[in-house]
């Protein structure tokens, strides 16, 4: 248990996305922790092994909350499980992706996007923020993407709901900061993931374990935190080095080739 973490950020935390990969690796790095847990997902057998599991291996309280952040109103059900509990730690992590050509995309896919990369992590900021400065104490991690700090072509919309919740969580750490509250986001690359399933192992290709071990052990410390040397030296080629028409046009030339999404061809109407 670290008890200088959990004075910090009180006896619980919320974790959306907690039914796989980084969303699982902060139940665990969070729980070991010492702090009780509130897990978040669409998928509720998920979340109960997982909280079986957690229980069981660091002595801690879990509850679950089975809901679909890309639906209005999921924040009720949250705020409902969490009235009788004082949470100290956000972690805002639940995410999906959308890749290939903008006009090939399903705008309900997109919409659907949009309200939970977006959306989804400021109403619970929103609420749980509020919380926290009346407290004087708390934390609010976002989890963001390399992919926010240049133009991303065949990942255009998912990039751009990525940048919005750099810029977000860069701007709260500011306001934030002289009520005792800690906002961080952080900003991995290829994470071993569902979304990266199929993936061949590579360098580029990172454990969760230390994307989140990174972001905790920054967290009061830094506004964002990119995790992994070759995703710290992208950032710093594509958005130092390169002119951002230059690093479009090279993010873009990766990507066509890479997504297999741009390279099938959809029978146009």
């Given at each position: 248990m670290d008890t200088k973490f959990s004075d910090k950020y009180s006896s619980w935390a919320v974790i959306t996305g907690a039914s796989s990969g980084i969303g699982v690796e902060f139940a665990h790095q969070i729980a070991e922790k010492g702090l009780n847990v509130v897990l978040v997902a669409r998928r509720k057998e998920l979340l109960d092994s997982l909280a079986a599991e957690l229980s069981a291996k660091?002595?801690?309280?879990?509850?679950?909350?089975?809901?679909?952040?890309?639906?209005?109103?999921?924040?009720?059900?949250?705020?409902?499980?969490?009235?009788d509990v004082?949470?100290?730690?956000?972690?805002?992590?639940?995410?999906?992706?959308?890749?290939?050509?903008?006009?090939?995309?399903?705008?309900?896919?997109?919409?659907?996007?949009?309200?939970?990369?977006?959306?989804?992590p400021f109403i619970l900021a929103y609420e749980f923020g509020k919380q926290f400065i009346s407290r004087g104490k708390g934390g609010i991690i976002f989890t963001s993407?390399?992919?926010?700090?240049?133009?991303?072509?065949?990942?255009?919309?998912?990039?751009?709901?990525?940048?919005?919740?750099?810029?977000?969580?860069?701007?709260?750490?500011?306001?934030?900061k002289d009520k005792n509250v800690d906002?961080?986001?952080v900003c991995p690359g290829m994470t071993k993931s569902e979304?990266?399933?199929?993936?061949?192992?590579?360098?580029?290709?990172?454990e969760a374990a230390p994307v989140v071990k990174i972001t905790l052990d920054n967290l009061g410390k830094e506004a964002?935190?990119?995790?992994?040397?070759?995703?710290?030296a992208q950032v710093f080629l594509s958005s130092r080095l390169l002119s951002?028409?230059?690093?479009?046009?090279?993010?873009?030339?990766?990507?066509?080739?890479?997504?297999?999404?741009?390279?099938?061809?959809?029978?146009?109407?």
């Open positions: 660091y002595k801690v309280e879990c509850k679950t909350v089975e809901a679909d952040l890309s639906k209005d109103g999921f924040q009720f059900d949250i705020l409902d499980a969490t009235k004082e949470v100290g730690l956000l972690v805002n992590n639940a995410g999906m992706n959308c890749e290939g050509h903008f006009y090939r995309g399903s705008l309900e896919r997109n919409l659907q996007m949009l309200q939970l990369n977006t959306k989804a993407s390399i992919s926010a700090f240049n133009a991303n072509p065949y990942l255009s919309h998912y990039a751009a709901t990525k940048a919005y919740i750099l810029s977000l969580a860069e701007s709260m750490n500011y306001e934030f906002v961080i986001a979304m990266t399933r199929g993936m061949k192992d590579g360098p580029m290709l990172m964002y935190v990119v995790p992994g040397f070759l995703n710290k951002r028409d230059n690093a479009k046009s090279l993010s873009g030339a990766l990507l066509k080739k890479m997504l297999p999404a741009t390279n099938k061809k959809k029978k146009e109407n």
